[in-house]
């Protein structure tokens, strides 16, 4: 393979798209990063990451980054995120989602930026009539979110089949845990993810935690998640960007889980096991567009890449997530 290519990072400074940058420059390749700022931070990019604070749909700005830091890829990591929010304010969605994400593709396409990795997501299945997952499973989004994110896969899809570009998307399942060596995690303020809200409360930052729903169709009723770490869902974009550099024709969509669920309480449990502590634990009424399960087949990208997870373990995600967020603590002076 040629030298690696430089990769621009979209919301490189949130969440998952930090953990992307650290998993890139351990493999040695060079990053940019682009971020609006908004929910991302700037001290989550390391000090000699170049960095654009800008949006993506801002096609001058964009392109002129593109070209000036040479960008071979992109990983796309930008855009709006918490499901319940969709449904109250559907275009919100579909501005930061797919109206700024089908912009960012057609930059690439102007510069002629070859591949393309898309941060997408298991909403896009809906309700799953099967359980595990896969990824031929019908798309049917049950929330604005999951659709905002299944328009820009149709057209990822549309546009590489136009033009000389490969793309591949990773439909997340439920990312949690932060970098084991402690250099970034998830640090958006007021998150839904679950661990995230159940550490806060474990360190005092929240009373309690909202169980929404205790009458799905499972074994104790709370919704079942597959849980995957966020660092080995970075190792998985790294391991695509390889892969589409390796074969220019070929396109993946590739489910990213670890191919078992866990109910709420089943996690709440965890972080009780973790913390030596009982989490104060509320039911409340199920939440709009809420699926009762939602589990991975990840054969697939099993044998698709030489993915090899290392934090395949619910107590080991709680124990990143709780380390991080004592660090987080430490880092805003709480």
């Known amino acids: 393979m040629s030298e690696k290519p430089t990769v621009l990072v979209t919301g490189g400074a949130g969440y998952i798209g930090s953990h992307a940058v650290l998993a890139l420059r351990d493999a040695g390749y060079r990053v940019a990063v682009i971020d609006n700022l908004t929910t991302g931070f700037r001290w989550a990019i390391p000090e000699d990451v170049h960095f654009t604070q800008g949006d993506i749909s801002d096609q001058p700005l964009v392109e002129a980054l593109l070209k000036e830091q040479n960008i071979g890829a992109i990983m796309h990591f930008a855009g709006s995120i918490i499901v319940p929010e969709s449904v109250e304010n559907p275009l919100k969605y579909y501005h930061n989602n797919s109206a700024k994400s089908r912009n960012?593709?057609?930059?690439?396409?102007?510069?002629?930026?070859?591949?393309?990795?898309?941060?997408?997501t298991a909403a896009t299945y809906g309700t799953p009539e099967e359980s595990p997952v896969r990824e031929d499973s019908p798309k049917l989004p049950i929330n604005p979110y999951g659709m905002s994110k299944l328009m820009t896969e149709i057209m990822l899809a549309d546009v590489a089949a136009a033009h000389p570009i490969n793309f591949c998307v990773l439909r997340y399942f439920n990312v949690a845990g932060a970098d084991p060596q402690g250099r970034t995690g998830q640090s958006t303020a007021g998150a839904t993810h679950l661990i995230k809200v159940?550490?806060?409360a474990a360190l005092g930052k929240r009373s309690h935690v909202a169980v929404f729903g205790s009458d799905f169709d499972t074994p104790d009723g709370t919704g079942v998640r597959d849980y995957i770490h966020v660092s080995d869902l970075a190792s998985?974009?790294?391991?695509?960007?390889?892969?589409?550099?390796a074969d220019k024709t070929?396109?993946?969509?590739?489910?990213?889980?670890y191919g078992?669920?866990?109910?709420?309480?089943?996690?709440?449990?965890?972080?009780?096991?973790v913390t030596n502590m009982t989490i104060d634990r509320r039911v409340e009424g199920?939440?709009?567009?809420?699926?009762?399960?939602?589990?991975?087949?990840?054969?697939?990208?099993?044998?698709?890449?030489?993915?090899?997870?290392?934090h395949a373990d619910l107590d080991?995600?709680?124990?990143?997530?709780l380390a991080w967020e004592r660090k987080l603590g430490?880092?805003?002076g709480e």
Not at 104 to 120: C, D, K, Q, Y
Not at 236 to 245: E, F, G, I, R
Not at 286 to 310: C, K, T
Request: net charge neutral; glycine share 4%.
């Open 198 to 200: 159940a550490v806060e």
């Open 250 to 257: 070929k396109n993946y969509t590739l489910n990213c889980g």
């Open 316 to 321: 080991k995600i709680v124990s990143h997530a």
């Open 236 to 245: 998985a974009h790294v391991l695509a960007l390889d892969a589409l550099q």
């Open 286 to 310: 199920r939440r709009a567009g809420d699926p009762a399960s939602l589990i991975s087949d990840n054969r697939r990208i099993m044998a698709e890449f030489p993915w090899q997870p290392q």
């Open 260 to 273: 078992r669920g866990f109910s709420v309480m089943e996690v709440l449990d965890a972080v009780d096991r």
């Open 104 to 120: 960012l593709i057609e930059s690439a396409v102007r510069v002629g930026v070859p591949h393309f990795i898309f941060s997408s």
């Open 330 to 332: 430490d880092i805003r």
